[in-house]
């Protein structure tokens, strides 16, 4: 795992055990510290950390869910990649499937849903030619439109050369369909 895909370590300490051993009457001893480890004190203190730290961490994430930015959502179907803004997906979600983003993606949809969702959007019809240059390669893909201002077909045609693995420097190029 790189560094910068951590999200947190937890480290407790001899420190740490002698205080809740002062708390409790045990003596704070080395032997009492090596004697809780070996009892499996600190595996038990990993599983509960794992288990409750899901909780705690969908709490959180509730907490500051209006905080996240949320611009594009990918979605692929038939190999093909569609840049949809996420409002878009969230009004179809809610207005069509009666569930949210969270629950389309992770409730295991099948091809039929998201069929429906290339269907209902007319996506393969509001299509544009997206196109970046660089002194070697003309990378070509397509970008879904809905009535977007230029301004948003270039970020949605930015995002999409990034989710493929493409560096933008240049200019990115649209046409329409």
Not at 46 to 71: A, M, S
Not at 81 to 102: F, M, R, T
Not at 132 to 159: C, I, P, Q, R
């Given at each position: 795992?790189?560094?910068?895909?951590?999200?947190l370590?937890?480290?407790?300490?001899?420190?740490?055990?002698?205080?809740?051993?002062?708390?409790?009457?045990?003596?704070?001893?080395?032997?009492?510290?090596?004697?809780?480890?070996?009892?499996?004190?600190a595996?038990?203190?990993?599983?509960?950390?794992?288990?409750?730290?899901?909780e705690?961490?969908?709490?959180?994430?509730?907490?500051?869910?209006?905080?996240?930015?949320?611009?594009?959502?990918?979605?692929?179907?038939?190999?093909?990649?569609?840049?949809?803004?996420?409002?878009?997906?969230?009004?179809?979600?809610e207005?069509e499937?009666?569930?949210?983003?969270?629950?389309?993606?992770?409730?295991?949809?099948?091809?039929?849903?998201?069929?429906k969702?290339?269907?209902?959007?007319n996506?393969?019809?509001?299509?544009?030619?997206?196109?970046?240059?660089?002194?070697?390669?003309?990378?070509?893909?397509?970008?879904?439109?809905?009535?977007?201002t230029?301004?948003?077909?270039?970020?949605?045609?930015?995002?999409?050369?990034?989710?493929?693995g493409?560096?933008?420097?240049?200019?990115?190029?649209?046409?329409?369909?």
């Amino acid at each position: 795992m790189k560094q910068d895909e951590l999200f947190l370590t937890v480290n407790w300490c001899k420190e740490d055990i002698d205080e809740i051993f002062e708390k409790k009457g045990i003596p704070q001893s080395q032997t009492n510290f090596l004697k809780l480890k070996e009892l499996g004190g600190a595996k038990t203190l990993l599983e509960r950390t794992v288990e409750d730290g899901w909780e705690v961490l969908d709490i959180i994430v509730d907490l500051y869910k209006d905080e996240f930015i949320y611009d594009f959502v990918i979605i692929e179907h038939k190999s093909i990649p569609y840049v949809l803004s996420y409002d878009v997906l969230n009004d179809y979600c809610e207005k069509e499937l009666g569930c949210d983003i969270g629950e389309f993606f992770f409730r295991g949809n099948t091809w039929d849903d998201r069929e429906k969702l290339i269907d209902h959007l007319n996506l393969e019809d509001g299509m544009c030619r997206a196109s970046l240059s660089d002194t070697h390669f003309e990378y070509v893909t397509w970008v879904y439109h809905n009535g977007d201002t230029e301004d948003l077909l270039m970020k949605k045609a930015k995002y999409l050369f990034e989710w493929l693995g493409i560096e933008v420097n240049g200019h990115i190029e649209l046409e329409d369909y």
